[in-house]
């Protein structure tokens, strides 16, 4: 079984800083494409930033300049830095990502999602 686990959440001014983080465990072989994901309340779940396995990044047009997403291969982790935080940002952030997990000797690639993390923006 794999799991993704997120934390780093949590209450911020508007202009503030978080660092979200999302740890994989369970038999992992790889990660592929990893991306971060929020839904706010009423609202549709949207993809903010996304990461290949060759480390490239990729940004909605509501984060780019304000949020780095970066991966640790090593550690089965991946990161998002959220700067110059808004209101408009508080949301559930959740870890998702298509990942290579080795059974019985063979390697098999599914999509996997975390259970999330809630950002709030509030002065």
């Known amino acids: 079984q794999v799991r993704l686990v997120e934390s780093g959440g949590g209450l911020v001014q508007p202009g503030g800083s978080l660092q979200l983080s999302c740890v994989g465990s369970?038999?992992?072989?790889?990660?592929?494409?990893m991306g971060w994901s929020r839904q706010a309340p009423g609202k549709e779940r949207e993809l903010v930033a996304s990461?290949?396995?060759?480390?490239?990044?990729n940004y909605s047009d509501s984060v780019k300049g304000r949020f780095t997403i970066s991966r640790d291969g090593a550690k089965s982790t991946v990161y998002l830095q959220m700067s110059s935080l808004q209101v408009e940002d508080t949301a559930v952030y959740y870890c998702?990502?298509?990942?290579?997990?080795?059974?019985?000797?063979?390697?098999?690639?599914?999509?996997?999602w975390g259970q999330g993390t809630q950002v709030t923006v509030s002065s």
């Open positions: 998702n990502g298509r990942i290579k997990r080795v059974l019985a000797g063979e390697i098999f690639t599914d999509d996997y």
């Open positions: 369970g038999s992992i072989y790889a990660f592929n494409t």
């Open positions: 990461i290949t396995s060759g480390n490239m990044p």
